[in-house]
């Protein structure tokens, strides 16, 4: 392959070819003193007189800017004459241009996105062949792109499924730092509250898959005032469920169902927790969730929230949670020979106001943050009309989230993000995590989110080099 | 590894996403408030609408979703330089927007004579006034009925004086009542009654009626909405009458009424107007105000799923006719109520705001070291072992409590020095008060200037996680929750209520009063152990950022 300096007029798709703008090569030497290295990165350190050495707070990339040496310019005056001024205005322009670059002996080229910027002429012989040299010093975003990378899967809507269980592992990906993707899914009917999580951890582990806890490993707690049943439902996740009858008094002080020994070894660090349950319609109950170590689950407690039943199961967000809870922190720079982890958990349960039946099915938890990983992100978009058949488009590269109606008319229909848009790490497993439909526990009955749903995605990312990239990189 | 935070817009056309557009991000959290003020920098300029006034910012944690921070954007500062077109953006948390927002008369609970006065006319044969009866014990005030001595009380000859204190503040009457006390009784056709009616004197129920009994004053009754009457009523009214016979007045014939009692009628977390038994308290609890206030003036704060604290105190004073807001309000009960916190967090799906109203506890929450940077300037405030607290009495005198009553309060400092005295007068907060109140508000005063207070500033890297034991989790600096106890390893204490013996493990336990994280030092700050910012102190931070 030959080398290839040029402005484009974008990145086109993969097969076709970039419209040129402006060849350097066909005008011009391309000589020493081209520089196209990466940027600095930016450090934010904090240090005392109380420790040795610094502690990194934040660092990110700063802009580059590309050199470009231009020597044996080619043509008479006048030919040169026109050169100058195409290649003026279009460094001129303030909204920046696309910089194509490829190495002799490369297969894939980059694309440099630039910023204004000045030219550098130096007239040597000024004859009716003029000698010039240019040196243009052009101010670019920090890391180069490659062509667009897309593909799609199908997320089936259970976490007990054999493949894609509200997951879906992202083939290698290219490039050589995060690059924000793009992630757009189909819904039958728009709901409350879809959320999309990415987590990146080390390459060469297992895909991190969502942690459920079926309430068919809980153990039901014998009290005064209520009992337990376990109903065989084919309809909900496992094939069964837990229900709680209130019988009389004010049980709640004690847990109704609790669990030892759970999800042995799970991957230590913050996840998104949501309760799968449903209840007569407009039961009350009180919940709270204790989180611990065998015997000890009172150390933690929290999330007490108030829950009004609602006849179809769905997910409540409670919000993040450590698993195991307080457990020390992984992943320091040495190795790690902490013991094996499990989690220990009560549930309380208190009828107030209306009585009636709470069905627990199971815990879903979503990993936002393991101590082990190396970059997560999570989004919850919230529908504002709902009822409307929607694409969901959250479009981390343009920083944007769209709902799409199924007459293709974005108009009155508005969707809010809570938290980051999901990225991917090359070099990492990545892997998305959806929670296609959930309501927070300020909200009542959400749309029906039957186990046997699935979740089309469509996911594209511009891979983003540092420097130069190889065949498959 | 860029900070994590993002940033949305919400503005009436929708909202946007502003992360990669901004720069010097700065957001502090506070004690009392929750998500307190913020600040950044717009870089790219955007549609003049998107800053609308109730525009509103949102900063998020992108890792896990939660939101941060956040509030009602103030208006921006525009400037065009070397830097290029900038706004400098600042957002007050709705918390302490909201509460400054609304400005009004207000009242809960009034004991005073200030609002009475007469709404039938005084004639040659019966008067009205507030004065004092013949050997009324420390000239105490009352509503006082007077007969001219030797004329003749024809039937139905009657006299009203009108509380129309919820009248003017719009509110409802909650609960009313009063002692009464006659110069000339037993007399069945000489009644004394209590009524409640609407704000025109149209439309009235009749709560008491009872006979002159000349005896010693009688105890206090209080009529409540919902058992002694049903309908909206804004006007307390106490009426003389004398039936059936007229009547050659004597000097003998008067009466007052004595000790009166009003109650605003209270909203409920659910937004429902409460009725019966509660109004028998002859006093509001914190939590009942607040949440009252908060039904009635911040619509924007998630109140039925609210997480409120009843209190213990008894306020049995609380009365603005001439007007109060809602910071000031929580000031004068968080004064009494040093037990208690409040915050507005997180914009929650429904729209709504999450409300707290919670105690105070002393079990240490975070684990902090001051690995990063510990600073504390000296501390400003002072000890204090004698308290004087200036007040009104529902009389209209002026009064002093000593607390303590005699001697000094102990403070370890000043009686180490051979019982120093350090005393300071203080103002009581409301209009009129009460001996117990003043006693409190001294007290509470003097439990805050026992010693000198561990303050100053700790510095945490964003890098670092934090352990929080309540949740469990190692929490990013930012998400450190303010009002909670942490123990800072490598300091060594001074003596006061959360570090007693001035442990020599070099640890100290304070109360983190805020959190400030700013993005360009990737640094938390946490004031410690100081007086609560307030939304004076927020607008006066805000403002010094801006310059």
């Known amino acids: 392959m030959v080398r290839l300096h040029q402005i484009v007029a974008g990145i086109p798709a993969e097969g076709d070819s970039p419209v040129v703008l402006f060849d350097f090569d066909e005008w011009f030497t391309v000589g020493v003193g081209t520089d196209f290295s990466p940027p600095e990165v930016r450090s934010s350190n904090t240090w005392t007189q109380l420790a040795d050495g610094e502690t990194t707070g934040a660092s990110t990339l700063g802009d580059r800017v590309l050199r470009l040496v231009l020597t044996q310019f080619r043509g008479n005056a006048e030919d040169q004459a026109e050169v100058l001024q195409t290649l003026g ?148 996740y496992g094939g069964s469920f837990r229900r709680y009858t209130y019988s009389s008094g004010t049980p709640g002080a004690t847990p109704a169902l609790t669990g030892a020994g759970l999800l042995a070894d799970v991957p230590a660090g913050d996840y998104r927790m949501f309760l799968r349950v449903k209840g007569s319609t407009l039961a009350e109950f009180d919940l709270g969730f204790g989180f611990g170590i065998t015997g000890n689950t009172s150390e933690v407690l929290g999330w007490d929230f108030s829950y009004v039943g609602v006849s179809t199961s769905q997910f409540i967000d409670l ?112 892997t998305l995590h959806f929670v296609r439909h959930f309501v927070s526990e300020t909200e009542g009955a959400g749309a029906s989110d039957p186990k046997t749903a699935t979740i089309g995605v469509d996911w594209s990312y511009y891979p983003r080099y540092l420097y130069i990239r190889s065949a498959t990189g | 590894m860029r900070n994590p935070h993002t940033v949305r817009l919400d503005g009436p056309d929708g909202s946007l996403m502003i992360t990669h557009r901004i ?160 110069g000339f009784g037993p007399n069945a056709n000489w009644r004394v009654r209590h009524r409640v009616y609407t704000a025109g004197m149209g439309t009235f129920d009749q709560v008491g009626d009872e006979q002159w009994d000349g005896g010693a004053m009688s105890g206090r009754t209080v009529y409540r909405v919902g058992t002694d009457w049903t309908n909206p009523r804004t006007v307390a009214a106490v009426m003389w009458i004398r039936n059936n016979t007229t009547i050659v007045a004597t000097e003998g014939q008067w009466a007052v009424v004595n000790d009166p009692i009003i109650r605003a009628q209270l909203y409920d977390a659910a937004g429902n107007l409460r009725t019966g038994s509660t109004y028998a308290n002859e006093y509001v609890l914190a939590g009942e105000a607040f949440t009252d206030w908060c039904v009635q003036n911040c619509p924007t704060f998630d109140m039925a799923h609210a997480n409120i604290t009843p209190g213990t105190y008894h306020f049995d004073q609380l009365s603005w006719p001439d007007g109060i807001d809602g910071m000031k309000l929580l000031e004068e009960l968080l004064e009494m109520e040093k037990s208690l916190m409040w915050g507005v967090f997180e914009k929650r799906p429904n729209g709504k705001y999450r409300t707290a109203l ?7 929450r975070y684990e902090l070291s001051v690995e990063d940077g510990y600073d504390e300037s000296g501390p400003a405030d002072e000890l204090c072992n004698v308290v004087y607290v200036t007040w009104t009495s529902p009389g209209g005198k002026p009064q002093v409590t000593r607390v303590p009553t005699s001697g000094v309060a102990p403070v370890p400092a000043l009686d180490a020095r051979g019982g120093a005295v350090q005393s300071k007068v203080l103002a009581l907060g409301t ?62 204490p001074r003596p006061d209520t959360l570090n007693p013996d001035g442990s020599p493990d070099g640890s100290t336990r304070a109360r983190i009063v805020s959190m400030n994280w700013n993005d360009v030092r990737s640094t938390a700050q946490l004031q410690l152990d100081a007086y609560p910012v307030d939304q004076y102190h927020l607008i006066a931070d805000l403002i010094k950022k801006r310059r």
């Open chain 1, 319 to 430: 919000g993040p949670v450590r698993l195991p809870a307080g457990y020390p922190e992984q992943g320091s720079k040495f190795p790690d020979d902490t013991p094996g982890r499990e989690v220990a958990m009560d549930m309380y349960i208190t009828p107030t106001g209306i009585l009636g039946t709470l069905d627990v099915i199971g815990i879903l938890f979503v990993p936002v943050g393991l101590d082990t990983g190396r970059e997560s992100h999570y989004a919850a978009s919230t529908q504002v009309l709902t009822g409307y058949p929607v694409t969901m488009d959250f479009d981390g590269i343009a920083g944007r989230l769209v709902p799409i109606s199924n007459t293709d008319v974005i108009g009155t229909l508005r969707s809010f993000l809570a938290g980051d848009f999901p990225a991917v790490v090359p070099g990492a497993e990545n």
């Open chain 1, 89 to 236: 205005r279009l460094l001129d322009d303030w909204r920046g241009q696309w910089f194509l670059w490829q190495d002799e002996g490369t297969v894939h080229e980059r694309f440099f996105r630039t910023k204004r910027a000045p030219m550098s002429i130096e007239d040597h012989h000024l004859l009716e062949r003029p000698k010039r040299t240019l040196t243009l010093s052009i101010p670019a975003e920090a890391t180069a792109y490659g062509r667009l990378v897309e593909g799609s899967a199908t997320v089936n809507n259970d976490p007990t499924a054999v493949t894609n269980p509200l997951m879906l592992t992202l083939p290698a990906i290219k490039g050589d730092v995060s690059t924000p993707l793009r992630v757009r899914s189909e819904f039958a009917a728009l709901f409350v509250n879809t959320a999309l999580a990415s987590l990146a951890m080390p390459a060469g582990g297992t895909p991190t898959e969502p942690v459920w806890l079926p309430a068919s490993a809980l153990t039901p707690v014998a009290g005064a005032g209520y009992a337990w049943s376990t109903v065989a439902d084919a309809a909900e």
């Open chain 2, 431 to 492: 209009e009129v008060g009460s001996t117990a109140q003043a006693t409190q508000r001294g007290q509470e005063y003097l439990d805050g200037h026992v010693a000198v207070p561990n303050g100053g500033t700790v510095t945490i890297n964003g890098n670092r996680r934090i352990f929080d034991h309540y949740t469990g989790r190692r929490v990013a600096p930012w998400e450190i929750e303010p009002g909670y106890v942490g123990r800072i390893a490598g300091l060594s």
């Open chain 2, 23 to 182: 720069s010097d991000l700065d957001f502090t959290n506070i004690e009392n408030g929750g998500f307190g003020s913020g600040s950044f920098t717009l870089q790219k300029p955007i549609a003049r609408q998107q800053l609308d006034t109730y525009a509103e910012v949102l900063i998020f944690d992108g890792r896990n979703g939660n939101q941060v921070s956040g509030g009602r954007i103030l208006t921006p500062g525009r400037s065009s330089d070397d830097q290029g077109q900038v706004a400098n953006v600042s957002f007050l948390g709705e918390g302490p927007a909201a509460m400054g927002a609304v400005e009004r008369p207000w009242f809960y609970i009034d004991q005073t004579l200030d609002m009475w006065a007469l709404s039938t006319r005084s004639t040659q044969r019966v008067t009205g006034d507030i004065g004092v009866y013949p050997s009324a014990p420390n000239d105490i005030q009352s509503l006082l009925f007077n007969t001219r001595e030797g004329v003749t009380i024809d039937v139905g000859t009657n006299l009203i004086m009108t509380n129309r204190l919820a009248t003017l503040t719009g509110q409802n009457i909650g609960g009313f009542g009063s002692r009464h006390k006659e």
């Open chain 2, 358 to 364: 919670v105690e105070r506890t002393t079990e240490v």
